[in-house]
């Protein structure tokens, strides 16, 4: 039976959801319905990609008694509010990143899902390729020895997008791609919290983070050291360092395909889209959404690739890194 989906918000990271569905057998995978607080929004998506349902209001997506599982990406500071309103209708939630404004809205999620015995995850889609299942691989092989140093460089211009410089949208590079940077650390590491934490950077006039660079220290003289910024192009790239050899990953933020391993090059490339996308590879959001149809089908409330403490980890360095470079949100005021 198909993994029965419900789409929470008609933005331009649901279009490319719903695409990367349909690269998928539609045996296994059917949006049913969208919601968008604009009807005609959610009835424009739902023509547009073929959906039987659309809705007016997230609360009627809620109470849709044939939806499995939604997938909500709407803007940052709703994912706390549009999180409590699914999980405590028992519906499980793959909620896009970050899971919240801070690490205390996290944990608020976390204690509703487990307390209402719903299945939550953070949409960190890179976290799910195949490059990053090889990563995992070969780390658990010792394949690159005692890893001593990871470096990964996230940053693309984008000034001109406006929830990304207005603070009441959530904006700054940090929750938007800086993340990104904090959990290929924490995967490598294999979710261990650093000793320390060192960030600097500079901030827009609107008090959001623009450029930051981040050292992380971990137990045994290991480091991570990590860039983002939206104001320039950067290499997007990562590399892992061991005693015994090391990996390249070109483009870890949006969606790698491929991987370096000591020299030797490994290409795992993308199903082509059937329609236009917003994001490069795009149609990567494939591999977390067949995840968790195989999460659900297994009676799991979270998941094992990335798990709603690592979530809460992820979350509370960047929550650290805020701080150092002075970037507050109502969020933190509130928690």
């Known amino acids: 039976m198909a993994t029965r989906w419900g789409i929470c918000s008609a933005g331009r990271i649901s279009h490319d959801f719903l695409v990367a569905l349909k ?18 929004r959610a009835q424009e998506y739902a023509q547009k990609h073929g959906i039987p349902r659309a809705y007016g209001s997230y ?34 939630v793959l909620l896009e ?6 690490a205390a809205e996290v944990r608020e999620l976390a ?5 209402h015995g719903v299945f939550l995850m953070e949409a960190f889609w890179t976290r799910f390729f195949p490059i990053s299942e090889q990563i995992r691989r070969l780390l658990t092989q010792g394949a690159l020895g005692e890893v001593t140093l990871i470096s ?56 959001v983070d623009e450029t930051t660079s981040v050292i992380l220290n971990y137990a045994g003289k290991r480091q991570a050291v990590l860039s983002c910024t939206m104001r320039i192009e950067l290499p997007n790239e990562a590399r892992i360092c061991g005693t015994k050899g090391s990996i390249e990953v070109p483009a870890p ?33 494939r591999y977390e959404a067949q995840h968790v149809r195989q ?40 928690s």
């Open 23 to 40: 690269t998928l057998p539609a045996t296994e995978h059917q949006a049913v319905a969208i919601a968008a607080r604009d009807l005609s």
């Open 59 to 92: 609360e009627e997506l809620a109470r849709d008694p044939d939806v499995d599982v939604v997938y909500v990406g709407v803007i940052h500071p709703e994912h706390l509010p549009v999180g409590r309103l699914f999980l405590g209708a028992g519906k499980p």
């Open 97 to 102: 990143k970050p899971l919240g404004m801070n």
């Open 111 to 115: 204690q509703l899902a487990r307390s």
């Open 152 to 207: 990964v460089s996230v940053g693309h211009p984008m000034e001109n997008i406006p929830r990304l410089v207005e603070k009441k949208l959530g904006g700054g590079a940090i929750l938007d791609i800086g993340c990104y940077c904090v959990q290929f650390a924490s995967m490598v590491f294999g979710g261990e919290r650093p000793e320390s934490i060192v960030a600097s950077g500079f901030l827009q006039s609107s008090g």
């Open 253 to 285: 933020w949006y969606a790698p395909t491929t991987l370096i391993v000591n020299n030797q090059r490994h290409e795992c490339p993308l199903p082509p889209p059937a329609q236009p996308l917003n994001f490069s590879n795009g149609t990567g959001l």
């Open 295 to 334: 999460c659900l089908l297994q009676g799991l409330k979270e998941s094992p690739i990335m798990s709603l403490a690592e979530s809460e980890l992820v979350a509370s360095i960047v929550d650290e890194v805020r701080r150092q470079l002075g970037v507050t949100f109502t969020a933190d005021r509130q």
